[in-house]
């Protein structure tokens, strides 16, 4: 069984997966990890017959924590203030919008379309009153549930409400200490003081009371969460206490997932800038491929990314097992499809993006394909290539780089390198040659075997003459993927 498929096996009745963030900057690869498990979780839930939905909740009531390194330092006056209350880095909308709109644009590429909700639409709504209301009434039992579950002491003039300062704008400088009607009254460091209405967007719950009340307030059942969250006294312990003692909500059903580092550079974090973000992604890696990326590994396996020839490699494992068709694979493939098609070819990346190097045209190099026997489209061709040419000119390693050296460039080589390639001609021009990948393959290797010179070397001939490197792409195809004539009359040169 699938681990998306044991993770949900005993949910019974309508489901509501819940997943979301504080969009406090680019939305980068390992918040992805989120939104696709959350996904997956809800196809799990769905494929099993149940009424479900997805929800991505976007915390824009955050505040803004500090001045990170992407943003002017205008913004340093704007730490502390909810990030729906501050302009966009392009000075057009909302902060909040501004990363979040491209994210859920990320998402309906990967074939995810949650329903949105805005924290602050909540408190606008008058939604959070309630649930704010019983906060405040129970502050003790509350304030014991968290000192006793996360060993951490709470300040003496804790409250569970964050007021808005009406003057100065900020919402982790003011402290809540009465509750008086609908009315919560405050003091803030800037010397305000004021009274935020709890049916209002004036104020939010702290984020260990603010998650159980949400889970309450939409009726989550299953959430999917970081791993920072679902330490032991961590934010899911206490949150879970306070739905089930407070609110008399049974805590969803968790799943902790790890992160995604980043090869040879460690974990991601919008912060320090060492993050690929969502949008990024998706310019060079098919969007089945970011989702296999996830559901290939149960959840709680940390995901080490490699944008290089690592990105190839599990290129070439999805075309395989979908190629493949192994019953124990099936449900991987399902759940990797955005659009859940059951595609039975996969194009090969790895291929276009050798040919993208030769040539420009897509009906070349859709002719080329379908000469492989994989049945595709002039259109499926013309995206892939699209994502190909990103992938070389930004991730991939100088080795799989070339470019066709100019026809009659002199090249020096030995006569016994010469007399290989005059074989190979030969060979080439016979009647009943096979002229595909495979054949010109073992066609090279069975000449450079009676030459009595090694494979390696024997390939590098040919390497060094077309593109004046030691090595190249898979030769067969390389070869068969060049106009035959034009190859032909390059190698006689030499
Ligand atoms: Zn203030």
Known sequence: MHWVDSTVKNQEGPQIVSTGISPSGPIHLGNLREIITGDLLFRGCRDKGLKSELIYLADDMDPLRKKYPFL???????????????????????????????????????????????AGDLYRDGQMGEVIRIAIQNIDKIRNLIETISGRELEKEWFPYNPICSSCGRINSTSGYELKGDLVSYTCKCGHTGESNI??????????????????????????????????????????????????????????????LLKGKGAMHSSTGNVIPASEILSFCPPEIVRFLMSRVPSTRHIEFD??????????????????????????????????????????????????????????????????????????????MQLARHWI??????????????????????????????????????????????????????????????????????????????????????????????????????
């Open 199 to 260: 049916f209002k967007e004036e104020g939010k719950l702290p984020w260990r009371i603010e998650w159980p009340a949400k889970w309450k307030v939409l009726g989550v059942t299953i959430e999917p969460f970081g791993k920072d969250h679902g330490t032991v006294g961590g934010s899911y312990d206490t949150g879970k206490a306070i739905a089930e003692n407070i609110y008399g909500y049974p805590a969803p059903l968790p799943l902790m997932f790890e992160r995604i």
């Open 393 to 494: 000119v930004t991730y991939a390693p100088e080795s799989f780089k070339f470019s066709i050296l100019p026809k009659n460039q002199p090249v020096k080589i030995s006569d016994e390198e010469r007399a290989v390639i005059s074989d190979f001609i030969t060979w080439a021009q016979l009647p009943d040659t096979q002229w595909d990948a495979t054949s010109i393959h073992n066609a090279i290797h069975s000449i450079i075997k009676e030459h009595g010179i090694e494979p390696a070397d024997g390939f590098r001939i040919f390497y060094s003459i077309l593109i004046g490197k030691e090595r190249g792409p898979r030769l067969g195809f390389f070869l068969s993927a060049m106009d035959k004539g034009a190859l032909l009359e390059r190698l006689k040169f030499v």
């Open 72 to 118: 002017s330092d205008e913004y340093e006056a704007q730490v502390g203030k909810p990030l729906r209350h501050i302009p966009a880095p392009d000075g057009k909308g909302l902060y909040s919008d501004y990363f979040l709109n491209p994210f859920i644009k990320s998402a309906s590429e990967l074939g995810i379309f949650p329903r949105i909700i805005k």
């Open 307 to 384: 944008p290089g020839m690592g990105f190839l490699s599990l290129m070439d494992e999805y075309q395989r097992i979908v190629k493949d068709q192994k019953p124990e694979d099936s449900r991987i493939v399902e759940l990797s499809s955005p659009f859940g098609l059951d595609k039975k070819e996969v194009i090969d990346y790895r291929h276009i993006a050798t040919l993208v190097q030769i040539y420009d045209d897509p009906k070349k190099i859709l002719s080329i394909i379908k000469s492989t026997g994989v049945e595709t489209s002039l259109e499926e061709v013309s995206k892939t």
